[in-house]
């Protein structure tokens, strides 16, 4: 089989890494891509991601079985509708399914329809409504951008005044363009969060093992929001009852719901959920694999995921197998400046611990030399027996490293290690 994966970051390495480990792949292409991939002996095609006609061109000519989409933003501009309709195989939601990420307001009342415990929240497209709602439910409160922002459209707001801000900012300032002229503002919520996904075709519902991302920029929680600064899976203090409720309360019910709302949904499905003391709710839906999730999900799965894909693909029923002992762990490093103008052109340390992976996002290749060319760089991933030994491996090959211009968090999986959370 030829297979086409499309995006170009840490998420499609490791998927095109994994998918290139089957023995039914003979060649793993990747659309744009990134340099970084070619290590695991992913080829690169010139397209981007969202020149539809020209990627179904190459579908065609390479004679590829069938594409993977990785970001969001081709979903949400119906590349799966438009190979269908050239008569290719491509695994992902349609355009009208994607909408479950594409709007946050959406999301929202599909789950209100549908009894899928979630914040409660209130939409907004006038700036003093949103205002005279924020000050009558007072802070902490969390505002969010209805459309996509790269992960860096949610305001956790611990004060009024940063509330109101955030609110004007969207509304007033077109801070975020198209995708924040529509408002969410949900109530804060207490809890552990997780990433619970999902294989999912139509109603069949195939979850993945947890994880936990760490958003903020900065070591202890703290800075502004990102795209993702390291994850590790599984999650040891959330328990299986716990995950139990998220398949079958929120994962399993929307599946159903999207199927009720004329939008069936095949692809990857993405819920960032939270723990809380009446059971796990909805923070956000996402359609496709989360980064730096995949990193340190993908690793775990037993299974040739080619032939994963594949079965979905014939609608035939699979048997996901996931590694039951030790744990993996990714650490995003980035560039300075990330989530704001960030430095680029570095020199990027070259790799070869056997213990540790390396899978490349923002890079560019100079002079045969891997250099910085985005927010987040690359990620270092490790699985050890225990948590311990897992981020030993990772911070001792990224303290090997020359890391100028460049910043990482060194407390991901800190806190599941510290007992500070009891299993919830």
């Not at 969207?170 to 949900?186: P, T, Y």
Request: glycine share 10%; proline share 5%; net charge negative.
């Amino acid at each position: 089989m030829n297979i086409l994966i499309i995006g170009s970051g840490g998420r499609e390495h490791a998927i095109g890494k994994k998918i290139g480990q089957s023995p039914l792949v003979e060649k793993v292409y990747c659309a744009p891509g990134n340099p970084g991939m070619t290590i695991d002996g992913i080829q690169l095609v010139n397209i981007k991601e969202t020149d539809h006609q020209n990627l179904i061109a190459f579908a065609k000519r390479m004679d590829v079985t069938w594409s993977f989409v990785g970001p969001e933003i081709p979903l949400l501009n119906g590349i799966v509708d438009d190979f269908k309709e050239a008569g290719l195989k491509i695994f992902g939601p349609t355009k009208a399914a994607a909408l479950i990420e594409g709007s946050k307001s959406f999301a929202k009342e599909l789950m209100e329809q549908f009894q899928i415990p979630t914040a409660e929240s209130k939409t907004f497209t006038h700036y003093p409504e949103a205002k005279r709602y924020i000050e009558e439910k007072g802070a902490p409160i969390v505002i969010k951008a209805d459309g996509l922002a790269a992960g860096k459209g949610v305001v956790v707001a611990m004060t009024l005044e940063e509330a109101v801000e955030a609110a004007y900012d969207m509304l007033e300032k077109d801070r975020f363009g198209q995708s924040g002229q529509k408002i969410v503002v949900e109530e804060f919520l207490v809890g552990e969060e997780f990433s619970l996904l999902a294989f999912v075709n139509g109603k069949d519902v195939y979850p993945m093992a947890i994880s936990q991302d760490h958003k903020r920029a900065y070591d202890g929680d703290n800075g502004p929001n990102t795209g993702g600064m390291g994850a590790y899976s599984p999650v040891p203090q959330i328990s299986e009852e716990i995950v139990e409720k998220g398949i079958e309360q929120i994962l399993k019910p929307a599946a159903k719901a999207m199927i009720d709302m004329k939008r069936p949904f095949t692809g990857i499905l993405y819920a960032g959920l939270i723990a809380t003391t009446e059971g796990p709710k909805v923070i956000e839906f996402n359609a496709r694999f989360g980064d730096p999730e995949t990193q340190v999900i993908l690793p775990r799965l037993k299974n040739d995921l080619a032939q994963v894909i594949t079965d979905l693909l014939e609608n035939k029923t699979v048997d996901l197998v996931w590694e039951k002992e030790g744990y993996n762990i990714g650490v995003v490093v980035a560039a300075e400046g990330y989530p704001g103008d960030y430095t680029r052109n570095m020199l990027l340390p070259k790799f070869s611990e056997a213990d540790t992976t390396v899978y490349y996002a923002g890079v560019k290749e100079e002079q045969k030399n891997l250099v910085g060319a985005g927010g987040r760089i690359y990620l270092v991933e490790a699985f050890g027996e225990t948590l311990e030994a897992a981020r030993k491996k990772v911070y001792e090959t990224l303290q090997s490293k020359n890391t100028a211009q460049t910043f990482y968090r060194k407390d991901i999986g800190l806190k599941a290690l510290e007992g500070s959370h009891k299993e919830i």
